[in-house]
């Protein structure tokens, strides 16, 4: 009725890709024990016969579904293209790095299709489950750990205010494109009296040093410190590229912040939150999504001292950004995943992250921002 797919699009690229979990244990800047999961999906010549692994489970999926009506229940029905465990590919000595961090109470798999297209063109790509601000996290070991309560207690009041922003400044209004004067009021409302200081600040400045830790764990793994068949097989030489959807966006900025091995990096529909809202990044950074996110946070790009992208994408909506595109389309009766075709959505959203990555992260000489989409306009500085 709605146009669900029972399995994910195929990946794009010539890799069989590959899904393994890395769970990482370190002690915070503030002394507290944290256990922080991730799932590396990765290039493979071959998927040794086994079956895709499944989609995450109907617990994972439970503060989502909470959060939108339970529209996003069949999500966990879901088939995968990736396969749990198999031989890291042989083609290349070694693969660069991509972290992904998801939204703000979703799951750590809500971008499979992303991710397996990136390992499927060679990249590794981890996607990080941070406690913060997802809900139930499944470890290494089967245990469960759910530190939401203090993000949605936050969140209850928190979406009060920029609803009130969006409304006081018509940003709903088809084709409504705040002025600077007008962006400069709504960022010192947003940013300065409403948000300064609040938890979700915190959650990014969090996240940034999840993946901070994340990252001493594959240096570890890669020198053979951590027994693994991905011992060599990190091209850490290059640094590492971040992209992240909604509040792993935000975090995506923080970290290119806060850790000089991040080189560049990405934020899909994410206002921005961490230490400084205003920050300069000083990386090469690629903001993608909604005129909306435009009008909330274009700070991101205009702020930012090295080079930096906006890619607007007429018709798409927040959780468009997602596997929701896909498997749960019955939640656009909540708008939330635009009107464009999802097949087209989700070529604008990889082909711009290869084209990125491509070009400051593995240093290829290419034009990435020009396209032939219809309805995506792309600033550049």
């Given at each position: 009725?709605?146009?669900?797919?029972?399995?994910?699009?195929?990946?794009?690229?010539?890799?069989?890709?590959?899904?393994?979990?890395?769970?990482?244990?370190?002690?915070?800047?503030?002394?507290?024990?944290?256990?922080?999961?991730?799932?590396?999906?990765?290039?493979?010549?071959?998927?040794?016969?086994?079956?895709?692994?499944?989609?995450?489970?109907?617990?994972?999926?439970?503060?989502?579904?909470?959060?939108?009506?339970?529209?996003?229940?069949?999500?966990?029905?879901?088939?995968?293209?990736?396969?749990?465990?198999?031989?890291i590919?042989?083609n290349?000595?070694?693969?660069?790095?991509?972290?992904?961090?998801?939204?703000?109470?979703?799951?750590?798999?809500?971008?499979?299709?992303?991710?397996?297209?990136?390992?499927?063109?060679?990249?590794?790509?981890?996607?990080?489950?941070?406690?913060?601000?997802?809900?139930?996290?499944?470890?290494?070991?089967?245990?469960?750990?759910?530190?939401?309560?203090?993000?949605?207690?936050?969140?209850?009041?928190?979406?009060?205010s920029?609803?009130?922003?969006?409304?006081?400044?018509k940003?709903?209004?088809?084709?409504?494109?705040?002025s600077?004067?007008?962006?400069?009021?709504?960022?010192?409302?947003?940013?300065v009296?409403?948000?300064?200081?609040?938890?979700?600040?915190?959650?990014?400045?969090?996240?940034?040093?999840?993946?901070?830790?994340?990252?001493?764990?594959?240096?570890?793994?890669?020198?053979?410190?951590?027994?693994?068949?991905?011992?060599?097989?990190?091209?850490?030489?290059?640094?590492?590229?971040?992209?992240?959807?909604?509040?792993?966006?935000?975090?995506?900025?923080?970290?290119?912040?806060?850790?000089?091995?991040?080189?560049?990096?990405?934020?899909?529909?994410?206002?921005?939150?961490?230490?400084?809202?205003?920050?300069?990044?000083?990386?090469?950074?690629?903001?993608?999504?909604?005129?909306?996110?435009?009008?909330?946070?274009?700070?991101?790009?205009?702020?930012?001292?090295?080079?930096?992208?906006?890619?607007?994408?007429?018709?798409?909506?927040?959780?468009?950004?997602?596997?929701?595109?896909?498997?749960a389309?019955?939640?656009?009766?909540?708008?939330?995943?635009?009107?464009?075709?999802?097949y087209?959505?989700?070529?604008?959203?990889?082909?711009?992250?290869?084209?990125?990555?491509?070009?400051?992260?593995?240093?290829m000489?290419?034009?990435?921002?020009d396209?032939?989409?219809?309805?995506?306009t792309?600033?550049?500085?």
């Amino acid at each position: 009725m709605f146009g669900n797919l029972n399995e994910l699009p195929k990946p794009i690229g010539d890799y069989i890709v590959g899904i393994t979990q890395i769970d990482t244990r370190f002690k915070t800047q503030n002394g507290r024990e944290k256990v922080v999961p991730a799932l590396v999906y990765y290039p493979a010549d071959d998927n040794n016969g086994r079956e895709p692994t499944p989609y995450a489970s109907a617990k994972e999926l439970h503060t989502l579904n909470k959060s939108l009506f339970f529209l996003t229940r069949r999500l966990s029905k879901l088939k995968t293209h990736c396969f749990q465990d198999i031989p890291i590919s042989t083609n290349e000595t070694d693969y660069p790095i991509v972290f992904y961090s998801p939204g703000a109470g979703t799951f750590i798999m809500q971008s499979t299709t992303l991710c397996c297209d990136l390992a499927s063109k060679g990249y590794v790509v981890i996607a990080v489950g941070h406690p913060s601000y997802l809900g139930d996290l499944r470890l290494e070991n089967g245990a469960f750990i759910n530190e939401y309560a203090e993000f949605d207690q936050f969140f209850r009041n928190g979406i009060k205010s920029i609803i009130k922003v969006v409304r006081k400044h018509k940003l709903l209004k088809k084709d409504r494109m705040l002025s600077d004067a007008e962006f400069d009021a709504l960022a010192q409302t947003l940013y300065v009296e409403d948000m300064k200081g609040t938890y979700i600040n915190q959650c990014a400045i969090r996240a940034s040093e999840n993946l901070q830790n994340i990252l001493d764990k594959v240096e570890q793994i890669n020198a053979g410190e951590v027994e693994s068949q991905f011992e060599g097989k990190f091209r850490l030489s290059l640094g590492v590229g971040v992209t992240g959807h909604s509040l792993g966006g935000a975090t995506a900025a923080q970290f290119c912040k806060d850790d000089e091995r991040a080189v560049c990096g990405i934020n899909m529909d994410g206002i921005i939150f961490g230490e400084d809202p205003f920050m300069d990044v000083a990386k090469p950074f690629l903001f993608m999504g909604t005129r909306l996110a435009w009008n909330l946070a274009r700070q991101l790009y205009t702020n930012n001292s090295a080079e930096s992208y906006f890619v607007e994408i007429a018709e798409t909506a927040h959780f468009g950004y997602t596997d929701l595109l896909f498997g749960a389309r019955q939640v656009n009766l909540l708008r939330v995943l635009g009107k464009r075709d999802m097949y087209d959505f989700r070529r604008v959203i990889t082909d711009f992250h290869l084209g990125f990555f491509d070009k400051y992260l593995l240093k290829m000489e290419l034009d990435f921002e020009d396209h032939n989409f219809e309805d995506v306009t792309v600033r550049g500085k």
